[in-house]
Antibody, heavy 119, light 109 residues
Framework: EVQLVQSGAEVKKPGESLKISCKGS????????IGWVRQMPGKGLEWMGLIYLGDSDTRYSPSFQGQVTISADKSISTAYLQWSSLKASDTGMYYC????????????WGQGTLVTVSS | EIVMTQSPATLSVSPGERATLSCRASQSVSSNLAWYQQKPGQAPRLLIY???TRATGIPVRFSGSGSGTEFTLTISSLQSEDFAVYYC???????????FGQGTKVEIK
């Protein structure tokens, strides 16, 4: 069974750094792209970027380029989303996601990581 | 960058009635279009991929149509568990990118 398990909720202050994780299991981790999706409170889904675990090729949405860093450690089947200096506007739920086995639509989602940035 | 626009923002429907949701792409996405359902406190769930193919386990009352820039999700007879927010998404294969619509909330009339 394909599973994406994300790290737990975080509460941070503005200006702090943060790295959240997404661990894949039940499939060949290096054969798929993993994406990150933001959902601000009460708002819709926003694509942030994608990383291919085979060679760490990374693509960012123009809206998030330079704002976050996506990385991965294929030795432990884990993808990461990182901020160097958080803002209050980074508060939201962050999902990792993977395409399905039979189509490029998203067939698998992590449970989400809630990030709260508040002074 | 491809922009996805959904309409309406909110749809008020009575149980048993038909719901029709629209999604428009700013340029052709061929059939690389998916629909997702999201309920409060849950991750989204894939309903339709390839514009018109139901995902595994999705009831037949959900159907998708369209190609290019105009797409439709139809729920033929709304059940209580269908009241949720629905998102369309384009997924370009190369270069890889995703774009979501802003969502349509289907609420009880």
């Amino acid at each position: 069974e394909v599973q994406l398990v994300q790290s737990g909720a975080e509460v941070k202050k503005p200006g702090e750094s943060l790295k959240i994780s997404c661990k894949g299991s039940g499939y060949s981790f290096t054969s798929y792209w993993i994406g990150w999706v933001r959902q601000m409170p009460g708002k819709g889904l926003e694509w942030m970027g994608l990383i291919y675990l085979g060679d760490s090729d990374t693509r960012y949405s123009p809206s998030f380029q330079g704002q976050v860093t996506i990385s991965a450690d294929k030795s432990i089947s884990t993808a990461y989303l990182q901020w160097s200096s958080l803002k209050a506007s980074d508060t939201g739920m962050y999902y990792c996601a993977r395409r399905s086995s039979y189509d490029s639509a998203i067939g698998h989602w992590g449970q989400g990581t809630l990030v709260t940035v508040s002074s | 960058e491809i922009v996805m626009t959904q309409s309406p923002a909110t749809l008020s429907v009575s149980p048993g009635e038909r719901a029709t949701l629209s999604c428009r792409a700013s340029q052709s996405v061929s059939s690389n279009l998916a629909w997702y359902q999201q309920k409060p406190g849950q991750a989204p769930r894939l309903l339709i991929y390839g514009a018109s193919t139901r995902a595994t386990g999705i009831p037949v009352r959900f159907s998708g149509s369209g190609s290019g820039t105009e797409f439709t999700l139809t729920i033929s007879s709304l059940q209580s568990e269908d009241f949720a927010v629905y998102y369309c998404q384009q997924y370009n294969n190369w270069p890889p990118e995703w774009t979501f619509g802003q969502g349509t909330k289907v609420e009880i009339k």
